[in-house]
């Protein structure tokens, strides 16, 4: 297996790659597109950043036919389908709080859509639902749910100004190049008063620091090339035209899972591992699931969520 084409990375809140520490190094644990071994650092600041990271190039390799988000909702069991139904629906109720009919949504990184459906499904009015993937198979099944999908990489594509009303941005400001102008395009985007839902892992949850050397689920290698705890990701919000509006953890039983997944992988039985501990199956989602329903009660978990609206 060759190794991947890399670039360099950085910092996304002061944009430095100077004078940090190194976090937690790792392999492609969940899907073994590759055995090279890629480092995250903090920044003096508090950003957290993969140096080097793969290149554009190496998008396909990293993002195989198989990767979860493609065609989600086929990949769940009857259990799991219900009780994401109902999560995602919850989801979905919070957005409806800052729309009214006609309102414009724009999905970064919609995969296929499953997402923008349910919203549609649960507002019961008209809404005009555009999404932005860059799997062509990501893509055409979220077309056959009747949304508009934008073809790229969120960072490429450009939109009009002012021309949304809510913008989701779920699990995506961490795979992307530069963070921080993606949530400047985002400010661009809104109308005056327009708000943006950004979903992305905590690095200060307890699973985080369990397995913060190597393991931990939420590092997603080589994937996810910037992470956040709950200081950071408010201040480059700030930094870039958007006003925090609310802020709050999230349950995120999937990290457990994935974390023990990578330690068993990493000695050399990955099939055992992705037979053992699935992240969709029942048998972990429902303990580890009680768990956070705890942990989300007494500290930040591994997952948080920030609405925040463009500033005046």
């Known amino acids: ?25 790792g392999w492609d644990f969940e899907y073994g597109t590759t055995r090279q071994e890629f480092t995250l650092w903090r920044c003096p600041c508090g950003g957290v950043y993969l140096n080097p990271r793969p290149a554009p190039e190496a998008l396909g390799c990293i993002y195989p036919s198989n990767y979860y988000s493609y065609g989600f909702t086929e990949k769940l069991g009857p259990l799991v389908r219900r009780v994401k139904g109902m999560a995602d629906r919850s989801k979905v109720r919070q957005y409806l709080e800052y729309l009214e009919p006609g309102a414009r949504v724009l ?6 859509g499953h997402l923008l459906a349910d919203l549609r499904d649960v507002a019961g009015y008209d809404l ?25 990489r969120a960072e490429d594509v450009e939109l009009p100004e002012g021309s949304f009303d809510l913008v989701i941005l779920n699990q995506l400001i961490e795979h992307v190049r530069e963070p921080a102008a993606l949530l400047r395009s985002i400010a661009r985007w809104l109308r005056p008063g327009g708000h943006v839902f950004v979903e992305t892992p905590n690095i200060d949850s307890v699973d985080a620091r369990l397995f913060r050397r190597r393991y931990w689920g939420g590092y997603h290698l080589p994937r996810h090339f910037h992470l956040f705890d709950t200081r950071t990701l408010e201040r480059l919000a700030e930094q870039e035209g958007l006003r925090r509006v609310s802020l709050k953890p999230l349950v995120c039983p999937q990290f457990w899972i994935i974390s023990a997944h990578n330690w068993l992988a990493s000695r050399g039985r990955a099939e055992l591992a992705g037979r053992l501990f699935d992240p969709l199956s029942p048998v972990w989602l429902i303990p580890f699931t009680a768990i956070e329903l705890v942990h989300v009660r007494l500290w930040w978990t591994s997952n948080q969520q920030l609405v925040a609206a463009r500033a005046s």
Do not use: H, N, Y
Not at 139 to 148: F, K, Q, T, V, Y
């Open 1 to 25: 297996m060759e190794d991947l084409p890399t670039e360099p990375g950085a910092c996304a809140l002061c944009g430095s790659d100077l004078d940090a520490t190194r976090l937690a190094k």
């Open 107 to 112: 999905d970064i990184g919609c995969g296929d």
């Open 128 to 152: 005009e639902l555009s999404g932005i993937e860059f799997s062509t198979d990501a893509i055409a099944s979220a077309r056959r749910l009747g949304i508009d999908v934008a073809e790229g």
